[in-house]
């Protein structure tokens, strides 16, 4: 297992590309699912796990690797099945979401498939709006058609972990508020929990904001507005996006954006619960305005008034 993941950092090579690899693995018997490789730390076999008395009845226990204590959860249970029994073959996949590590238990690490966003579909809208899917794809896997459910890891952690959106005192310049009121952010982002979390957080500020699930749908949007004649840095203070999107990737999309004269000078903003130097690599290769680890709401508003204060300089 360690053999598999021993290359993640060279895979950063695929940002940019709309592809991504996606490491399988299954908690039931007749499914697989995934998550991004990016997020993978390591996988390994569970380790003896310690009590945490008083934690979420989905973290079942602390384990320590290298000295760190991590929290594990138990994914199965995490998105509304029984509860995991730890087999021989079960693993922890070690994780980095939103500037946090943990484990997530499995009943077994399958395999790593590449892929492009383009082969990754949303969930149907049939499974309601309290599934726990950003996406599913379908795979040529063991000689037979997969169904692949890429789980949302986001929306797993916010009801675990609580995600506050009050700002912290001083962060908010009151003097911008009446200039803020009805101005519009684009946000793009394929989970409905990091959307939410973005929403509400500029709505304190008075913003309108408009969602889109992805980066096709965002660049179709913002080349609908460019058609009807609308100036796009007048029609929308800014574009907040994802990195990892079905269909169209938010380096993607950047780079469509600023492809597109209409539309390139665009302030961009990368919001993304993905870690590693290598963003900030890629937010200046492909001509991001500024890259935010998720999910910090004061320095989101801080950035969101930074580029209100350069408009209204112009």
């Known amino acids: 297992m360690t053999q598999m993941l021993a290359s993640v950092d060279q895979r950063?090579?695929?940002v940019g590309e709309n592809r991504l690899e996606l490491l399988l693995f299954?908690?039931?018997?007749?499914?697989?699912?995934?998550?991004?490789?990016?997020?993978?730390k390591e996988v390994v076999k569970v380790p003896k796990l310690s009590a945490m008395p008083g934690s979420h009845n989905s973290i079942i226990g602390v384990a320590n690797l290298r000295g760190m204590s991590i929290p594990v959860i138990d994914l199965r249970k995490a998105i509304g099945f029984r509860q995991s029994v730890i087999q021989p073959e079960s693993n922890l996949i070690i994780t980095e979401y939103n500037r946090s590590v943990q484990g997530f238990l499995v009943?077994?690490?399958e395999h790593i498939v590449n892929l492009t966003w383009g082969d990754i579909m949303p969930p149907p809208k049939t499974v309601g709006r309290d599934n726990y899917l950003t996406a599913i794809t379908r795979i040529e896997y063991q000689d037979k058609q997969e169904l692949v459910s890429i789980i949302d890891v986001e929306k797993v952690l916010a009801e675990i972990i609580h995600y506050d959106i009050k700002l912290s005192e001083g962060v908010l310049d009151e003097r911008l508020l009446p200039q803020m009121h009805g101005r519009?952010?684009?946000i793009v982002d394929d989970s409905a929990?990091?959307?939410?979390q973005?929403?509400?957080t500029l709505e304190q500020l008075g913003l309108e904001v408009i969602e889109a699930t992805d980066g096709l749908v965002a660049l179709n949007l913002l080349k609908r507005w460019c058609d009807e004649g609308k100036v796009i840095t007048d029609h929308i203070l800014m574009l907040i996006t994802d990195a990892e999107m079905p269909e169209m990737?938010?380096?993607k999309l950047t780079h469509e954006v600023r492809s597109d004269k209409r539309m390139a000078d665009l302030?961009?903003?990368l919001n993304t619960s993905l870690s590693g130097s290598f963003n900030n690599a890629m937010v200046e290769k492909v001509g991001c305005d500024r890259f935010i680890s998720k999910f910090q709401p004061d320095l989101l508003v801080e950035v969101v008034q930074d580029r209100l204060r350069e408009s209204l300089a112009v």
């Open 184 to 186: 519009r952010v684009l």
């Open 267 to 269: 302030f961009i903003t």
């Open 12 to 14: 950063t090579k695929l």
């Open 249 to 251: 990737d938010g380096y």
């Open 107 to 109: 009943d077994k690490v």
């Open 193 to 196: 929990t990091a959307r939410r």
């Open 198 to 200: 973005v929403r509400e």
């Open 26 to 40: 299954r908690i039931s018997v007749t499914q697989l699912f995934a998550i991004n490789v990016f997020k993978v």
